[in-house]
């Protein structure tokens, strides 16, 4: 759930953004490696911890198996 993360859009909800640290990099390689095998995945945000601009961090990556 987005709770009070920013919003892009009515249809693109919340704007998730990556948190400044090796976490945030290993999510970021996550999300490059899942893109080139064309896998889904699904991220999950805390909206108690967000950046300057209001936007939450990822708090959860998962790349699908199918």
Known sequence: MAGTCG???SS???R???RPDET???YYSKLL???MASKCVTITVDDSFKN???YCYIRT???SRQ
Do not use: C, N, T, W
Request: hydrophobic share 50%; no cysteine; glycine share 10%.
């Open 7 to 9: 919003k892009i859009s």
């Open 12 to 14: 693109f909800p919340v």
């Open 16 to 18: 998730a953004v990556f």
């Open 24 to 26: 945030g990099r290993i």
């Open 33 to 35: 490696a899942a893109s």
């Open 52 to 54: 300057s601009e209001g």
């Open 61 to 63: 990556l998962k790349v």
